[in-house]
């Protein structure tokens, strides 16, 4: 993979269909993103004691494993299992194919995210959830 194709990576959320819709058409996870990144906006004003650039950057690039992995909407155990797998080895593939320049950032973001050990983590998390059913 050239340079170019590694910074035009992330454009491919723009291409990746979620589960929820958006009027008459599956929303992108790019879309996603964005709203979710605009829900943060308003919600940390509320709560200043958490750390803005963390979460935006969390927010950023939690969902980057859905370019490999795509998006699912878990409905059982199995599936859960199933998509659990499909990331972690689309995590893998972006640690090697993202450009070095984000790689850190990327690896920081997903990780905080996963873990939900931080308030921002989990923050994140809220707001991940929030987005598919504030519209």
Same mark, same amino acid.
């Given at each position: 993979?050239?340079?170019?194709?590694?910074? =035009?990576?992330? &454009?491919?959320? !723009?291409?990746?269909?979620?589960?929820?819709?958006?009027?008459?058409?599956?929303?992108?996870?790019?879309?996603?993103?964005?709203?979710?990144?605009?829900?943060?906006? &308003?919600?940390?004003?509320?709560?200043?004691?958490?750390?803005?650039?963390?979460?935006?950057?969390?927010?950023?690039?939690?969902?980057?494993?859905?370019? &490999?992995?795509?998006?699912?909407?878990?409905?059982?155990? !199995?599936?859960?299992?199933?998509?659990?797998?499909?990331?972690?080895?689309?995590?893998?593939?972006?640690? !090697?194919? $993202?450009?070095?320049?984000?790689?850190?950032?990327? !690896?920081?973001?997903?990780?905080? =995210?996963?873990?939900?050990?931080?308030?921002?983590?989990?923050?994140?998390?809220?707001?991940?959830? $929030?987005?598919?059913?504030? =519209?």
């Amino acid at each position: 993979m050239n340079l170019v194709e590694k910074i =035009y990576l992330p &454009y491919l959320l !723009k291409k990746v269909n979620r589960a929820a819709s958006n009027g008459n058409r599956k929303e992108t996870t790019a879309e996603h993103t964005y709203s979710t990144l605009i829900l943060a906006e &308003y919600f940390l004003k509320k709560h200043p004691h958490i750390n803005k650039e963390k979460v935006m950057q969390i927010i950023l690039y939690h969902d980057f494993v859905e370019i &490999y992995a795509g998006d699912t909407f878990v409905k059982n155990e !199995k599936q859960k299992i199933k998509q659990e797998k499909l990331e972690k080895k689309a995590y893998q593939k972006l640690l !090697k194919n $993202l450009p070095k320049e984000i790689v850190k950032d990327f !690896k920081w973001a997903w990780e905080e =995210y996963e873990s939900q050990k931080t308030i921002e983590g989990r923050f994140a998390k809220a707001m991940d959830a $929030l987005d598919p059913v504030s =519209y």
